[in-house]
């Protein structure tokens, strides 16, 4: 048996036949451009996952626009009727009730979903070479779709509860922009986290019940805020769940209101660190994923 190589002796042979480590990890820009590169890979990969998620259930995609409808039932039914608590919400509490749900629906499923995209899929993770980061966005791209189905369903309801068509509804595009820019983010975020801590699913659910209520889904949060103490009002405007809930009702709600000042810079803001800060924490895990 020949000696064995020295690291040095190993580094030379490398390097004499052009050879890389198999789990070498890319550099940041090389990685964009192999995600860029796997795109066709990823919406084909999200829609045979989006056609497999309801194949055992007999409605299908329907419990995706039935369950949200369910919730604002048992939010209206609460906080509407027995309750009344609605100061603050504009002339349209039930427009203004579905919408909120629905919007922070999509995030909460974008959220969870991501997390389990990488470890859920550890098979494929090691027989197939291609970016990890492929999985969160598909996972995305899979909640966006239902989304988009789902928007239907609101915009009947909001037309159907007296609210006019209006040429501010055409803000609801870039809203939603924003919005899955900053999902996308934050399924990447928790890609990593979900890779590393199978505990984690325990406390997701939890952390995104209890984020849901201090984004406003079913009160105003302008209301709540007005008599609260500075930091805390900021606090409560600046979350980003109320942020992009607060854009959707305006482009949609004519008696909503006036939104917080430079409402639409907290949502770049938001979609801007959640991509960058989602993005390079995925990357920097890249050759860990799959390793027992």
Excluded at 63 to 91: A, E, K, M, Q, S
Excluded at 258 to 287: D, F, S
């Amino acid at each position: 048996m020949p000696p064995p190589l020295t690291s040095g002796q190993a580094a030379d042979l490398a390097q004499r036949y052009g050879l890389v480590a198999a789990a070498r990890r890319p550099t940041l820009p090389e990685y964009v451009g192999q995600v860029w590169s796997r795109r066709h890979f990823t919406v084909a990969y999200a829609r045979a996952r989006l056609t497999a998620l309801y194949a055992d259930a007999r409605l299908g995609q329907i419990w995706h626009v039935l369950t949200p409808l369910l919730n604002v039932f048992v939010y209206w039914l609460i906080f509407g009727y027995l309750l009344r608590r609605t100061d603050g919400t504009g002339d349209n509490y039930i427009a203004f009730l579905t919408v909120g749900v629905f919007t922070f629906t999509y995030t909460r499923e974008s959220i969870s979903t991501g997390t389990w995209s990488i470890s859920n899929r550890i098979e494929l993770v090691r027989a197939v070479h291609f970016p990890r980061a492929c999985l969160p966005i598909a996972a995305t791209l899979i909640q966006l779709q239902q989304l988009l189905m789902s928007m239907g369903v609101v915009i009947t309801i909001v037309l159907a509860t007296g609210e006019p068509l209006a040429p501010r509804w055409l803000l609801i595009v870039p809203a939603l922009l924003l919005q899955s820019v900053f999902n996308l983010g934050c399924a990447m975020l928790m890609a990593r986290i979900g890779a590393r801590n199978h505990d984690i699913g325990e406390l997701v659910p939890f952390v995104l019940r209890t984020w849901m209520y201090l984004c406003g889904v079913f009160y105003s949060v302008a209301k709540v805020a007005g008599g609260a103490p500075q930091p805390f009002r900021f606090l409560l405007e600046s979350n980003p769940g109320a942020v992009y809930i607060e854009l959707a009702r305006h482009s949609l709600l004519q008696g909503f209101g006036h939104t917080t000042p430079h409402i639409w810079a907290m949502a770049v803001l938001w979609a801007g660190l959640a991509l960058v800060g989602g993005l390079v924490v995925l990357w920097q895990a890249e050759h860990t994923y799959g390793r027992g």
